[in-house]
């Protein structure tokens, strides 16, 4: 990818690194004050327990934004690499990606499949710092836009009819989708809109049962839906774990 004209942002936002180094700045200003003011005490060595814990948070999560960086430790493109080498297609078809966000997976799969077109959907709301300008300015940079379209979505309610794709994916968002509690169902409805003999890629926290319960169980439980889907074991990435569960979608 042409990361000079693109902007596929970070899993870790500048204005969170911003919040983190204000806590930073004001607690260390009163752990100045304190100590000026009445010395040694144990206030002081709360305050600078606190302070501590925010530089330490600060520099873990500086650590991670710069490990996700596309152009520097590029464990996003890893991460979306490694879910495209599992998605079994042939690429003759629509593709749908499902929480896009920038825009990055999407293009990676049109540059990958340059046959295909694809849909990107997304929420884009103010938590994240993606929006729909950008995905189509990554596209036009990247000389996919005639192939791709983005437009709003909730992942939980997809506005698209029964079997409509070829092929999905989507990359580390169902358990963030606030519209749906039971995160099974979120899998479900992508499976809904994939037609029977298209296949999907999804990468996900599915290995917490809290989320999920036993994936082992869920997966052949779809079935009945038409999804023959394997778990793959996770793979590891600067320790990055990302289980992914991928597979052709059974005629029924």
Same mark, same amino acid.
């Given at each position: 990818?042409?990361?000079?004209?693109?902007?596929?942002?970070?899993?870790?936002?500048?204005?969170?690194?911003?919040?983190?180094?204000?806590?930073?700045?004001?607690?260390?200003?009163?752990?100045v004050?304190?100590?000026?003011?009445?010395?040694?005490?144990?206030?002081?060595?709360?305050?600078?327990?606190?302070?501590?814990?925010?530089?330490?948070?600060?520099?873990?999560?500086?650590?991670?934004?710069?490990?996700?960086?596309?152009?520097?430790?590029?464990?996003?493109?890893?991460?979306?690499?490694?879910?495209?080498d599992?998605?079994?297609?042939d690429?003759?078809?629509?593709?749908? %990606?499902?929480?896009?966000?920038?825009?990055?997976?999407?293009i990676?799969?049109?540059?990958?499949?340059?046959?295909?077109?694809?849909?990107?959907?997304?929420?884009?709301?103010?938590?994240?710092?993606?929006?729909?300008?950008?995905?189509?300015?990554?596209a036009?940079?990247?000389?996919?836009?005639?192939?791709?379209?983005?437009?709003?979505? %909730?992942?939980?309610?997809?506005?698209?009819?029964?079997?409509?794709?070829?092929?999905?994916?989507?990359n580390?968002?169902?358990?963030?989708?606030?519209?749906?509690? %039971?995160?099974?169902?979120?899998?479900?409805?992508?499976?809904?809109?994939?037609?029977?003999?298209?296949?999907?890629?999804?990468?996900?926290?599915?290995?917490?049962?809290?989320?999920?319960?036993?994936?082992? %169980?869920?997966?052949?439980?779809?079935?009945?839906?038409?999804?023959?889907?394997?778990?793959?074991?996770?793979?590891?990435?600067?320790?990055?774990?990302?289980?992914?569960?991928?597979?052709?979608?059974?005629?029924?």
């Amino acid at each position: 990818m042409d990361h000079k004209k693109t902007d596929y942002g970070n899993w870790v936002p500048l204005a969170l690194m911003k919040r983190l180094a204000a806590i930073a700045g004001a607690l260390l200003a009163g752990e100045v004050l304190l100590i000026v003011l009445d010395g040694p005490t144990a206030l002081t060595l709360l305050v600078g327990g606190l302070l501590a814990a925010a530089v330490i948070l600060w520099l873990y999560m500086l650590r991670c934004r710069v490990l996700f960086d596309f152009n520097r430790g590029g464990l996003m493109g890893q991460v979306h690499q490694y879910l495209t080498d599992h998605l079994p297609w042939d690429g003759r078809g629509t593709l749908l %990606d499902i929480g896009c966000g920038s825009g990055a997976l999407t293009i990676r799969c049109a540059k990958r499949f340059p046959n295909a077109s694809l849909v990107g959907v997304d929420y884009w709301g103010a938590a994240w710092s993606y929006a729909k300008e950008q995905c189509q300015q990554n596209a036009a940079a990247e000389g996919v836009s005639h192939r791709v379209r983005f437009q709003k979505g %909730d992942a939980a309610h997809l506005a698209f009819p029964d079997e409509t794709f070829e092929a999905a994916v989507s990359n580390f968002v169902f358990h963030e989708v606030r519209t749906q509690p %039971d995160k099974r169902e979120v899998v479900r409805e992508a499976l809904r809109v994939v037609k029977k003999g298209g296949c999907f890629a999804f990468q996900d926290l599915f290995e917490k049962e809290s989320l999920y319960g036993d994936m082992t %169980d869920f997966v052949p439980a779809s079935a009945g839906r038409g999804a023959g889907a394997p778990l793959h074991p996770p793979c590891g990435a600067a320790g990055f774990y990302s289980p992914l569960c991928a597979g052709p979608v059974d005629a029924l």
